[in-house]
């Protein structure tokens, strides 16, 4: 179910920087795991990034050494930071946690997500 709220996308030159943020309206979100998932027209959903309650974080090849994920406890927001974005990082970006830990991008295992932000990085 949505009940999570991201925020900070945009229009970006290639090369540039965004952050995206991830808060929750009604619960703690530092207690679940996050996935971060993103989806451009006419491709599948892809899994971006994890960051576990234990604070591992994964993510996918295509975006490693360039994305990070961090959770600020205090202020209960989770964040996406995006470095050296290309074109092809254009996309609808969600945030999802979840109870249990997901070990490969599998949607189906969170339990809340977003309605998404739009990152768009033109070349």
């Known amino acids: 179910q949505v009940q999570l709220v991201e925020s900070g996308g945009g229009l970006v030159q290639a090369g540039g920087s965004l952050r995206l943020s991830c808060a929750a309206s009604s619960f703690d979100l530092n207690i679940y795991n996050i996935g971060w998932f993103r989806e451009a027209p006419g491709k599948e959903r892809e899994g971006v990034s994890r960051?576990?309650?234990?604070?591992?974080?994964f993510y996918a090849e295509s975006v490693k050494g360039r994305f990070s994920v961090s959770r600020d406890n205090v202020k209960g927001t989770v964040y996406l930071e995006m470095n050296h974005l290309r074109p092809e990082d254009t996309a609808v970006y969600y945030c999802t946690a979840g109870i249990y830990r997901d070990d490969d991008f599998t949607w189906a295992l969170y339990d809340y997500w977003g309605q998404g932000t739009q990152v768009t990085v033109s070349s």
């Open positions: 960051l576990t309650t234990s604070a591992e974080t």
